[in-house]
């Protein structure tokens, strides 16, 4: 992915941006847990004062000990509300942000060339747009509130026990950033692992995405046991990264516990010390103890968020990638046109996908506005791509594009497109009904609008014959339809909207010739009057255009109509006579 790595402290940055909305949230939720956090600190002294109430057989004083207990259920019973109210809070935020980062993410791909997708597996990027936005606001959020807490823990017992014998407390403060020292050790290195993890995961998820879209593919080739075997390996791999991630990781929990319990230790020593000189009570010497532990407890927790905060940063270093590619200029910027008459004029044209791989050279071509162009050539000659620079998909190098004597390039791309109707070989289908999917260009169209457009092209007849006529919800891809089906509903689409340009790039390729045909009336009908351009491989269906344009390794070999170009007995006549005879022994 073409992108710019960013450190972690700019990462962190980013994240608290995504946060910044929800700050009087993120105030609120801080607020719920110091009530929680305090209430629970209350706890020992409370224990402490009781049990000072029942020092030496028989001198209990049960009066004074049952409001303490009372009050100590109170203290319990508040301490868990606001913990909850506090969760609650936090889900609230951490599943805005996500929606956020996802929402910013999936717009930066809308956003960014199609060049972009050139160089990416696409399942990768779901995964990055997906599961590592989760593990970004789930960690970072999540995990920023138990590190609050925990601070407040600490710094609120440490208060308690200053006042109960500061030189005690001053030992307990000296011993346990042993304990932090420790975890972030550990955690330095978790960081690059959990990285590591993200990757492979990554690489699982494009692996997936590519085998479940192309399974007729894989099974044509007899490719199953290959493509398990692919997967086993990529697998074993997360395997073990993630067990290396999460062993280094888990490392910081048990070490940290144990730096802990030495301190306990110690601490319990030198309290009992004080105690038995008589410096403090037994009742204070128990609520030192439970503050003890409580003070050791939140270095635990912090050291487990700061190894998950490792694995969110990585995670969302990702996500920014994402984010942070570089987009387009946006599509409505630029000169603003309404509906072009349909003069297209090219003029020297230079472009390549890749600089060391020129592709397009010296293109030139005049079209009037209505007149039907036919693009042929072999196979990567270069026709797609003159489409993809029509469409504004890319830009060229050198040379310009005009629209009604309109430089494209000074077009809003939004209006360059709009004005042409576009039919490929792959359909796109959504899951939706009928209506909706040639409604698709134009959603506010009538019932008797889309009928009218679907009789034009003849596929009202079909559609009528579907279960449910127009409201037959199609299956994404369109699965339960023929591909010519398929291709109606397209060109059905486009006459919907009537663009005043075509481009029909290899429309028919999988449409049987019998269906071709038929089709090739509809198509007819959807061209009348219109600029066209029809890329095709069957030059069956490209005699009749005003003008055939012959493609040889990227620039335009012979033009001309069908009878002269015959005539001029060229790469034409060979391309056609190829064909003629593929015909002949069945290929047509
Ligand atoms: N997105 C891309 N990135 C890099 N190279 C590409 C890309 N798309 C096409 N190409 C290459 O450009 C050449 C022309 O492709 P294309 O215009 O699609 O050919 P066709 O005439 O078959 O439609 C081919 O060699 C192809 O491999
Ligand atoms: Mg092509």
């Known amino acids: ?175 346990t950033p042993l304990s932090l020292f420790v975890s972030r050790f550990v955690a330095s290195r978790t960081y690059g692992y959990f990285k590591e993890q993200a990757e492979v995961r990554e690489e699982e998820s494009a692996f997936s995405e590519e085998i479940i879209s192309s399974q007729k593919v894989v099974k044509a080739f007899g490719k199953e046991e290959d493509v398990k075997r692919i997967f086993r390996e990529i697998n074993a791999r997360y395997e073990k990264k993630t067990v290396r991630a999460v062993f280094f990781s888990s490392l910081v929990n048990p070490s940290t516990r144990l730096v802990n319990s030495v301190v306990y230790a110690a601490v319990a020593l030198i309290g009992a010390l004080f105690a038995v000189s008589g410096g403090i009570t037994v009742g204070a010497l128990s609520s030192f103890l439970s503050y003890a532990s409580q003070y050791t407890k939140p270095f635990n927790e912090i050291s487990g968020v700061v190894s998950e905060l490792q694995g969110a940063l990585a995670c969302a270093g990702r996500v920014f990638e994402v984010i942070d590619a570089e987009r387009e200029s946006p599509r409505s910027e630029g000169e603003r046109i ?106 506010d169209a009538t019932d008797d609008e889309i009928e009218r457009a679907a009789r034009a092209v003849r596929a009202h007849s079909f559609i009528t014959k579907l279960p449910d006529g127009y409201d037959t919800v199609l299956s994404e891809n369109g699965g339960s339809l023929s591909a010519g089906q398929r291709q109606l509903i397209s060109v059905a689409r486009v006459m919907l909207t009537a663009p005043p340009m075509l481009i029909l790039d290899e429309a028919t390729s999988s449409i049987d010739t019998r269906t071709e045909i038929e089709i090739s009336k509809s198509f007819e009908r959807l061209m009348e009057g ?57 290929e047509g």
């Not at 972690?8 to 956090?37: D, H, M, N």
């Not at 060391?356 to 050279?361: E, T």
């Not at 209006?415 to 409604?439: H, P, Y």
Request: aromatic content about 8%; some cysteine.
């Open 338 to 443: 309404g509906s072009v008459r349909g003069d297209v004029e090219l003029c020297h044209i230079d472009f390549s996908y890749r600089k060391d791989r020129p592709l397009l050279r010296d293109v030139t071509l005049s079209v009037r506005a209505g007149s039907h162009v036919a693009v042929v050539g072999p196979t990567g000659c270069g026709k797609t791509t003159l489409i993809n620079l029509l469409m504004r998909y890319y830009d060229p190098a050198s040379g310009r594009i005009t629209l009604d004597g309109v430089d494209v390039s000074t077009v809003a791309r939004e209006d360059v497109r709009r004005n042409f109707g576009m039919v490929l070989q792959d359909t796109w289908i959504r899951s939706a009904t009928v209506r909706e999917n040639i409604a698709l260009g134009k959603p």
């Open 530 to 586: 219109k600029t066209a351009f029809i890329v095709a491989h069957r030059l069956s269906t490209v005699r009749d255009a005003d003008l055939i344009v012959v493609m040889r390794d990227g620039e335009i070999a012979e033009r001309g109509t069908h009878e002269e170009l015959l005539s001029e007995n060229g790469f034409y006549k060979k391309l056609y006579d190829s064909q003629w005879r593929g015909a002949e022994i069945g």
């Open 1 to 175: 992915m073409k992108t710019n790595k960013i450190t972690r402290r700019a990462i962190l940055g980013r994240i608290v941006r995504f946060a910044a909305p929800y700050k009087f949230s993120l105030i609120f939720s801080f607020l719920l847990g110091l009530l929680s956090v305090s209430l629970s600190l209350f706890i020992p002294v409370l224990i402490g004062r009781a049990v000072d109430m029942m020092t030496g057989p028989g001198a209990v004083d049960y009066d004074g000990i049952v409001p303490i207990l009372y009050a100590i259920a109170a203290c319990a019973i508040g301490s868990a509300l606001f913990q909850w109210l506090m969760t609650a809070a936090n889900n609230r935020i951490t599943y805005n942000v996500t929606r956020d980062m996802r929402r910013t993410a999936f717009r930066t791909l809308q956003s960014v060339p199609v060049s972009f997708y050139d160089g990416v597996a696409h399942g990768g990027l779901v995964s990055r747009v997906i599961s590592d936005v989760e593990t970004v606001s789930d960690g970072v959020l999540l995990g920023t509130s138990h590190l609050f807490c925990g601070v407040v823990t600490v710094a609120a017992t440490l208060v308690f026990m200053i006042r109960l014998q500061p030189v005690v407390a001053a030992a307990v403060a000296i011993l």
